[in-house]
Nanobody, 125 residues
Framework: QVQPVESGGGLVQAGASLRLSCAAS????????VGWFRQGPGKDREFVAG????????IYADSVKGRFTISRDSAETTVYLQMTSLEPEDTAVYYC??????????????????WGQGTQVTVSS
């Protein structure tokens, strides 16, 4: 089974950029759809971005479209989330997750079976 491990979070000012990494442990990300979610203070966990395996097709939440870019390396060991023009509203714990239940909508956390521990992103105004 694959275990995601996130890194790259931190404290930045509004307008800055950050790149989050999600490394695969135990198994590569091959064959899997991988997504990023986030959970802000007092908020529900929400879908941020996702990427397919073979075609590397991407999907984004409207709130991050045009600012965030998800990608995966050719070795299928790491998935990245490049975040630009960060806003205070982007403050959250960011989680990487591997989708394993196709009966759920792609943006539903219920469809993801393997989760990382999360990495904190704080954007100050």
């Amino acid at each position: 089974q694959v275990q995601p491990v996130e890194s790259g979070g931190g404290l930045v000012q509004a307008g800055a950029s950050l790149r989050l990494s999600c490394a695969a442990s135990g198994h590569s990300f091959s064959y899997y759809f991988v997504g990023w979610f986030r959970q802000g203070p007092g908020k529900d966990r929400e879908f941020v971005a996702g990427i397919t395996w073979m075609t590397k097709t991407t999907i984004y939440a409207d709130s991050v479209k045009g600012r965030f870019t998800i990608s995966r390396d050719s070795a299928e060991t790491t998935v990245y989330l490049q975040m630009t023009s960060l806003e205070p509203e982007d403050t959250a714990v960011y989680y990487c997750a591997v989708r394993a239940r196709s009966e759920y909508d792609i943006k539903s956390a219920l469809g993801y079976a393997y989760w990382g521990q999360g990495t904190q992103v704080t954007v100050s105004s």
